[in-house]
């Protein structure tokens, strides 16, 4: 009976792929302006179909990519080495570089270790403890994946919630908790290149729009101001629209220090990765202050993940290591940059943006970024995974910028940035699936909270980057 029931799953996806792929390509028949050349309108419907594909997950999300990759081959939009290549862009090794950072943070606990502390150093008052959990979560998220902060952070939420023997789904307190913690992940993976796939697609996105090259410093000073102010904008409006049941919470604190007392005091090995850790920020950094060989960022990525991993000088096997690699978000990547690379060889995103420039000649600078942020960041509630709202949004963002004359590589970061504002649905990012399982909130409670919260960022994404970069 489920062999059945899977197979009629299965029948019913295949089907709704190959009518998918037919409306692509009834796409390619129909009257198109003049200003789209044949191939223009071959990657319009590539780009249909691959965007039904990401909403759908009726193909698993990082497929998507090899479909592109495939499609611009048959159709001759781009060689099949070419499509290929995208997979091994140089802003994977930042992508891979995380993951074996994140494994021997795990693996030895430091990662726990320095949420702990963070949390402890809040007090007893329940908006201080909630504040010093989001925070915490924040900057997990910006050296290890998403999803890995919200699952370490969990947790720790949780037996502080216990604490005062609410149960789930009647309790302020776990809601926000909870919430909370999905958002400063989302919000926190924004903050490094290595933070999030998103971040290094946009990135290289820009890099092969404009020839312009971010480094590592450049984005963190661009990102991290936002990083501070939204998780205490969220803060806030998590406590406003949920007002926790208790002022203090005795012995929060308490409980937090027992878990770092049970740690233990540091060991040698656990000051080794440490040590790793802060050598892989300067190696990062450091061209930011040197003249370093081009393309420093990537270089320097290779070889902090060979540090962490090499005989006698690593903290990790490549047998713990491997595993734990998301090896499906480089296809992911890989196709996302298929696409935009596409999009900008045929054209497309100068129609687009010449298009869109027309309506929005004349607006001020804080209104076309106001614009791009929100619809960016609400388009995440269709796309469901932040690399894909960048890879669509970015290249016509900087297309925009471009046709409207503004420095299009600010305008380029605060889409991408836009892009990880996941707030609003428990399906939206791994992070909002994690915590929605605790049972502490439902579905229309992070919905709202959400808006209130897309509004926000959108506005003070719009004010930062019009006063500060682009005037």
Known sequence: MNTEKRMGID????????????????ITLLPFPSTFSPKAVIMVAITFISA??????CVPIALTGLVVILLQAVTGIQGISTGLRHIANPVNSIIFAGYIMATALSKYKLDRRISLHIVAAMGERTDMLFLGVMAATAFL????????????????????????????????????????IAYAANIGGMGTPAGTPASSITIALIRDLTKHEIKFLDWCLHAVPMVILFVPLGWFILLT??????????????????ELSQLG????????????????????????????????????????????????IGVVSWQEAAPEIGWDIFILVGGGLALGSGLNETGVIKIIAESLAVGLKGMGIYLVAGVIALITSLSITVFSSLTATA???????????????????????????????AFMLPANTPPNAIVYKSGYFKSYEMAKSGILFNLGTAILLAIVFGVVWLS
Request: net charge positive; aromatic share 10%.
């Open 52 to 57: 039904v594909f990401w909403i759908t997950e």
């Open 391 to 421: 890879t669509t949004f970015v290249p016509v963002t900087v297309g925009l910028a471009l046709a409207l004359e503004f420095n299009p590589i600010p305008l380029g970061i605060m889409a991408g940035l836009a892009s990880c504002c």
């Open 241 to 258: 629209l949920y007002p926790p049941e208790t002022k203090r919470i005795e012995g929060g604190t308490a409980g937090v220090k027992k």
């Open 11 to 26: 029948t019913r996806n295949f089907y709704f792929i190959l009518g998918t792929l037919l409306l692509g390509f009834l």
């Open 141 to 180: 998220s910006m050296w290890i994946s998403n999803s890995a902060s919200a699952a370490i952070m969990m947790p720790i939420a949780l037996g502080i919630v216990h604490m005062t023997e609410h149960e789930p789904g009647k309790s302020n307190l776990g809601k926000i908790m909870m919430i909370g």
């Open 265 to 312: 005091p540091l060991t040698g090995v656990q000051k080794k990765v440490l040590i790793l850790f802060l050598l892989a920020i300067l190696l990062w950094i450091s061209d930011s202050f040197f003249p370093l060989l081009p393309g420093w960022l990537y270089i320097a990525s290779v070889a902090i993940a060979l540090l962490f991993v090499m005989p006698r």
